[in-house]
């Protein structure tokens, strides 16, 4: 990993036709919630598809710390050998959560209605991010947090040896907050309630029913409100973790705005909840196809046709922003290479991502030739039709996976190379981007190369 490692810097460079399959790595946020859920099991748990990315062999790492037996097979199975809810060990040493935000606030739920200490840490993107938002709800269950100012890793979290239900109003729009709560929910007696105003991501309330626990999900004048019923004991599953949407995202826009391409991204988990960008692409007047929809482990898949295509500026929806969250900035290159403005608003949360996204897109796109306006909450990208951002800069990482990804494909179709400061990040993530897009067509040039 970069953030561990020199800097890797890597130059796209204006590509021919994208043409071919581009097979994308396992669903992140489900790789994690198959770890800790089969962690907090009693028996084993099968995992197949499994993202190999540096995030979730981080969660893996913890798992096994607070005692679960996590291996993989040489085919690419993996197994977790659970310790049941209540069945932490407490760990010999700190975890490192490097990048994962999603990996150290879901644990750190997990952890925090057991009579254990344990102290968090991660790289520099991760330590600067907030973690109030999770010390804040499990306090409530008698958890204790030591952290820096402002909430910040690394911290100590003193898990609550009796802990009492919660019920909970998840202040901003976030599945992680509201996957924490139910996870320390899952060791507290009685009823967990969460609140969320807006609809995140509904994998762990999905998986939780899937390992046996009694979830209910309700709509209502406060938002959906759910309910869990504590103290369950969890039934180990086999898992297929369907295709990460949100990795599906940059092969499907550089082909949007790559001329002549037409490709092929098979078994994409389309969960309402994160197919947000399909539906914008769309509005933009995208050519982009769900072929041979179907249902697998209780998530609705498809395979996504995509053949470049001229695009339009679009208003996108502020309450669309859930469920295409981190897909904000692979849309703003697309944006930069459609005709008019595109308008982003009610996105505060990119801010505090793996890095501000904002500012990380903002920067970058202005270094590149491409109008950019922006506010705490808004950002907007006035469009240089197909094939006219000018590029020939050097844009900055950040050590966010996604912004490195994002301005790789504006080079793919940018009118002089454009260079990404550090590549590294990308493996927490999609550690086969640079190989699957390659074979697609897309040209890249090391420093020196
Ligand atoms: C995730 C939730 C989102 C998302 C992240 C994965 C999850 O974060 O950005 O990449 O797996 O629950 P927030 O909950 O902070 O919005």
Redesign the pocket.
């Known amino acids: 990993m970069s953030s561990h490692g020199p800097a890797r810097p890597l130059t796209a460079k204006r590509s021919g036709p994208l043409k071919g399959e581009a097979h994308v790595p396992g669903d ?2 489900i790789s ?2 198959s770890l800790i859920l089969g962690a907090l099991s009693v028996g084993t748990t099968e995992i197949t598809g499994l993202l190999e990315g540096q995030d979730v062999l981080d969660t893996a790492k913890a798992m096994r710390a607070f005692g679960a037996t996590v291996t993989r097979s040489d085919d690419g199975v993996w197994t977790v050998q659970g310790v049941g809810v209540g069945g932490f060990a407490e760990p010999e040493n700190v975890i490192d959560c490097g990048n994962s ?2 990996g150290v606030r ?1 644990i750190m739920g997990a952890m925090s209605t057991s009579p254990i200490t344990a102290t968090f840490t991660g790289d520099a993107s991760l330590n600067g991010r907030p973690m109030g938002r999770i010390t804040d709800p499990i306090s409530l269950f008698g958890a204790q947090s030591y952290g820096r100012q402002g909430g910040r890793l690394p911290m100590t979290i003193v898990g609550a040896a009796e802990p009492v239900p919660v019920r909970y109003a998840v202040p901003m ?7 924490a709560v139910l996870f320390a929910g899952l060791n507290a007696p009685g009823q967990t309630v969460v609140i969320e105003k807006e609809a ?2 509904d ?2 309330e999905r998986m939780l029913t899937g390992f046996g626990a009694q979830v209910s999900a309700e709509e209502t004048s406060e938002g959906r409100v759910i309910t869990l019923h504590g103290q369950p004991e969890l039934k180990p599953q086999t898992i297929a973790v369907p295709r990460d949407p ?1 990795s599906a995202a940059f092969p499907v826009a550089a082909a949007l705005i790559v001329e002549g391409s037409d490709v092929l991204v098979p078994n994409i988990g389309l969960n309402p909840t994160r197919a947000g960008l399909f539906t914008t692409l769309r509005e933009m007047g995208a050519d982009l196809t769900f072929e041979n929809e179907r249902l697998e482990g209780g998530e609705p898949v498809a395979d996504l046709r995509v053949r470049f295509s001229t695009l339009k500026g679009i208003e996108v929806p502020p309450e669309r922003a ?1 469920s295409m ?2 897909e904000y900035p692979i849309l703003s290159v697309v944006a930069a290479n459609a005709e008019g403005k595109t308008v982003m608003r009610g996105v505060k ?1 990119l801010r ?2 793996e890095s501000d996204r904002i500012d990380a897109m903002a920067r970058g796109l202005e270094a590149c030739g491409v109008t950019i306006e922006e506010d705490e909450d808004t950002l907007i990208v006035h469009g240089m039709g197909p094939g006219g951002v000018p590029g020939g800069a050097t844009t900055e990482a950040r050590l966010d996976h996604r912004i490195a990804m994002s301005f790789l494909c504006l080079g793919m179709a940018a009118k002089n190379p454009v260079k990404v400061d550090d590549v590294g990040p990308i493996a927490t993530s999609f550690p086969i981007f640079e190989t699957l897009m390659g074979d697609l067509g897309a040209q890249f040039q090391r420093d020196n190369a």
């Open positions: 992140k946020s994690h919630r935000g999603t879901l729009p976030s599945a992680q907050v509201k996957s995140t991501r994998h762990t949100s859930p969250i981190d949360e505090v991502k």
